[in-house]
């Protein structure tokens, strides 16, 4: 594939900050055994699922649980994923996992994430969202989303 081709596919834009006081939302997890590898570091692939768990807890805390904006009729699928992988995760680390609102766009939007543990930078990471109907097709986003953009809480 042609790389302009390939550029013109990306959707990832927002350019996470390590400033843990950039971010509206901060969700605190454990990481466990099963997610190492051989190496004894957190494997790569675990990443997604823990900002999975912040990017539903946030949505959980700022009133509108994600099964709340399903039976809206509104899924949130994931487009893309950007981690840049700075310092290992290990066994038993506490993360806190810092998640904003980073760009909003008619049917998508993306969140900004920075991972610290005791407040060093371990990971940042971006993820791109469509909404989309129970029958796959693009929707707007919600009122409160957009709206949430334009006025972000600090939590």
Not at 15 to 43: C, K, N, W
Not at 121 to 136: D, E, F, I, Q, S
């Amino acid at each position: 594939m042609h790389p302009a081709a390939y550029s013109r596919g990306v959707r990832i834009a927002a350019d996470p900050s390590t400033d843990p006081a950039d971010y509206e939302y901060t969700h605190q997890l454990r990481v466990r055994f099963a997610e190492t590898d051989a190496m004894g570091i957190v494997h790569h692939s675990r990443y997604l699922p823990m900002l999975e768990e912040a990017r539903i807890a946030y949505l959980r805390h700022i009133g509108h649980p994600y099964q709340d904006i399903r039976e809206e009729g509104i899924d949130m699928n994931v487009l893309e994923a950007f981690v840049q992988y700075r310092r290992p995760l290990l066994f038993d680390d506490v993360v806190d996992v810092h998640i904003a609102m980073a760009s909003v766009e008619r049917a998508s939007f993306q969140m900004a994430y920075v991972l610290t543990v005791e407040s060093e930078v371990r990971a940042t990471a971006v993820t791109a969202h469509g909404c989309v109907t129970p029958a796959g097709r693009p929707t707007r986003l919600p009122t409160w989303l957009r709206e949430l953009a334009a006025n972000p809480r600090s939590t």
